[in-house]
């Protein structure tokens, strides 16, 4: 049996190869029964069939490619708010991206707590970095920033645009709960030095 692998072609393939070869040998096994009219019938509806299979993977895959990760599809054909351009949006994720980690036993940094988010909302869009982002991808990146900086009644609204609201809303509130126990550290770092 031969091995689509051993062929070095890609496994997308395998499925078109698959009912080829099924459709050749049906063919060659019902051709000594028929005539050359209901032969060639026969292949033509063989061959429709392939093509029509074919088509609905297609489709599928493009459906499937077209779903948003983060958002809803409403949220991303109409953003609740206007949007900056797409280079301004990936300037601030890769910003973002870049910020340091905390020293020694400092607490956390809102920033850095906003550059963990963003590494796996990154991971989800299949992406190492700001710079591979789709356009769509940067929009929803954006605006899951945009509602972790948000006050709490603003992100509330902006929650309904996400698939899982619950959980960015839980993201909003241990962002805040970062920041005020990064602001209590740094603010106690002065007295202590001092003192």
Do not use: N
Not at 6 to 27: D, E, M, N, Q
Not at 49 to 76: D, H
Not at 92 to 116: F, V
Not at 132 to 148: A, N, S
Request: some cysteine; charged content about 20%; proline content about 8%.
């Amino acid at each position: 049996m031969f091995s689509v692998v051993r062929l070095g072609l890609r496994a997308r393939y395998a499925p078109f190869l698959l009912l080829c070869l099924i459709a050749s040998l049906s063919v060659a096994a019902v051709a000594p029964a028929l005539g050359h009219e209901r032969l060639f019938l026969f292949a033509a509806l063989w061959l429709l069939g392939v093509l029509a299979a074919l088509a609905a993977r297609a489709s599928l895959r493009r459906f499937r490619a077209a779903r948003p990760v983060l958002l809803t599809r409403r949220a991303l054909r109409r953003p609740p708010l206007p949007l900056p351009p797409v280079r301004q949006m990936r300037a601030e994720l890769a910003r973002l991206l870049s910020s340091p980690a905390p020293l020694g036993t400092q607490p956390e940094s809102p920033e850095y707590a906003l550059r963990r988010i963003l590494e796996r909302g990154l991971a989800c869009h299949r992406a190492r970095s700001a710079a591979e982002l789709t356009p769509r991808g940067v929009t929803e990146l954006w605006l899951l920033v945009t509602l972790l900086r948000a006050t709490p009644e603003r992100a509330g609204g902006l929650a309904r645009c996400f698939r899982l609201p619950d959980m960015v809303l839980d993201l909003h509130d241990r962002l805040r709960r970062i920041a005020v126990q990064h602001a209590e550290a740094t603010a106690h770092t002065p007295l202590s030095t001092g003192g």
